[in-house]
């Protein structure tokens, strides 16, 4: 019988944890995008498990620089400051490209689970701003006037917007791409099985702000649902309130990562170069003559 290396990889112990106390994994893709062959398995064991059962997880070490990210969410927070009369010269159409109104969209879901437990009648309280692939005017799709698949719209009033945006669209696919022989292995297929049916890959990005206001009963900031992508990628932020359904039903919060500075504090400490911490930390922690060698 015949037995491959995946069947003796179990799965680590904190994914299982994790499973089996329904909180989000924190999963370190480092190894693995390093060509760590190894450490493509364990993933490949691990990223099956997840997603038989919880279905998202949070990925650090992912090489998405976080000056980037930052620098796209500045971005994204001064187009939703801008006047609504300037945003709605933007507004979504035929090809759901631009800018989204507050209270224009009511997610439905269409997991019966979910359905029963938020009936989401009322329209969700966000703004968005949708963009895809970045096309040229003389692209076929675009000449074909094929729905969703239309040149993008860019806000005149913020030249950065659209580099920045852009820039950050191109990492996002960059990561989704190198993600790919993960998932294959995961479905026990060969690592390279996807390769040739991602080489022009559509995306959607949604950008969305959340008023921060008190709702009204039964009103979502955005109902729950399930997408519809062969795979989504978001970025944390230092605010709260995204939730994934565990299997059981219970809401699982994706908190942001821990850090040891906590949104809107001061730094704890000053900066400090490792080796000057370090001789203070030794010289503070062992007793002994300093000047001898
Ligand atoms: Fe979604």
């Not at 989704?176 to 995306?203: Q, V």
């Amino acid at each position: 019988m015949a037995v491959t290396s995946e069947s003796l990889i179990s799965v680590t112990e904190k994914v299982m944890r994790c499973i089996a106390d329904e909180e989000i994994p924190i999963v370190d893709v480092g190894d693995y995008l390093n060509g760590d062959i190894k450490a493509r398995e364990q993933l490949a064991v691990d990223l099956r498990a997840i997603q038989e059962s919880l279905g998202f997880f949070v990925i650090v070490n992912h090489g998405v620089s976080q000056d980037l990210i930052d620098s796209s969410f500045e971005q994204v927070a001064r187009l939703f400051a801008l006047p609504l009369k300037t945003k709605m010269k933007y507004q979504v159409g035929y090809h759901h490209i631009g800018y989204i109104p507050d209270r224009a969209s009511s997610v439905r879901p269409h997991d019966v689970k979910i359905s029963e437990s938020h009936k989401n009648h009322k329209k969700d309280v966000n703004e968005g701003w949708a963009f895809m692939r970045d096309r040229l005017p003389d692209d076929p799709k675009v000449l074909a006037n094929i729905r969703h698949r239309s040149t993008n719209k860019w806000p005149d009033e913020l030249p950065d917007f659209r580099p920045i945006l852009l820039e950050y669209q191109e990492s996002m696919t960059q990561l989704a791409l190198r993600m790919l022989p993960a998932y294959a292995c995961a479905l026990e297929m060969p690592a390279d099985y996807f390769d040739d049916k991602f080489t022009l890959p559509e995306f959607y990005n949604r950008c969305s702000w959340y008023p921060p206001s008190v709702l009204e009963t039964n009103y979502l900031s955005v109902g729950p649902h399930a997408d519809h992508s062969s795979m989504t990628y978001l970025p944390l932020m230092d605010v709260p309130g995204l939730e994934v359904m565990a299997p059981s039903g219970k809401w699982m919060e994706v908190a942001p990562l821990p850090t040891c500075v906590s949104p809107g504090d001061q730094p704890k400490y000053d900066p400090v170069a490792f080796h000057d911490y370090q001789v203070s930390y030794l010289d503070g922690n062992y007793f002994y003559l300093k000047d001898s060698n």
